[in-house]
Nanobody
Framework: QVQLVETGGGLVQVGGSLRLSCAAS????????MGWYRQAPGKQRDLVVR???????VYGDPVKGRFTISRDNAKNTAYLQMDNLKPDDTAVYSC???????????????WGQGTQVTVSS
C-alpha cells in the first residue's frame, strides 16, 4: 500500500506565496511521477505541474513562471512553491503520484487528500 500525505495550503492575499508538500510512503520502489492537480468549484480538474523521476517537468499554462516544483527522490517527497498568487488560483490542490510498488512491481496512480488554497483580493 502507498499513501500520499499533503501539507500546506490555506488563505493568502493576492501576490502572496504558499508552499505545499506531498510525501509518499509505503511499499515504494520508485515514484515515477509526482505533481499536483487543482479543481475550483464548478470547474474541471486541471494540471498544475507534473515532474518525472528524471526531472522532466510539465507546468500548466496558468502557473508557468509563478509556481515551482521540486522533488526529493530519496524521500519520495515533492514540494510546490507558489508565488505571486492570484484569485484564479483558488482551488483544492491534490497531490498525485505514479508509483512502482514493491508488492506488484507495477505502476499505479495515487492521490493525496487534497488541500484548499484560497487567494483573497
Amino acid at each position: 500500500q502507498v499513501q500520499l500525505v499533503e501539507t500546506g495550503g490555506g488563505l493568502v492575499q493576492v501576490g502572496g506565496s504558499l508552499r505545499l508538500s506531498c510525501a509518499a510512503s509505503g511499499d515504494i520502489w520508485r515514484t515515477n511521477i509526482m505533481g499536483w492537480y487543482r479543481q475550483a468549484p464548478g470547474k474541471q480538474r486541471d494540471l498544475v505541474v507534473r515532474k518525472q523521476y528524471d526531472g522532466y517537468t510539465v507546468y500548466g499554462d496558468p502557473v508557468k513562471g509563478r509556481f515551482t516544483i521540486s522533488r526529493d527522490n530519496a524521500k519520495n517527497t515533492a514540494y510546490l512553491q507558489m508565488d505571486n498568487l492570484k484569485p484564479d488560483d483558488t482551488a483544492v490542490y491534490s497531490c498525485y503520484a505514479e508509483v512502482v510498488d514493491t508488492t506488484t512491481w507495477g505502476s499505479s496512480d495515487y492521490w493525496g487528500q487534497g488541500t484548499q488554497v484560497t487567494v483573497s483580493s
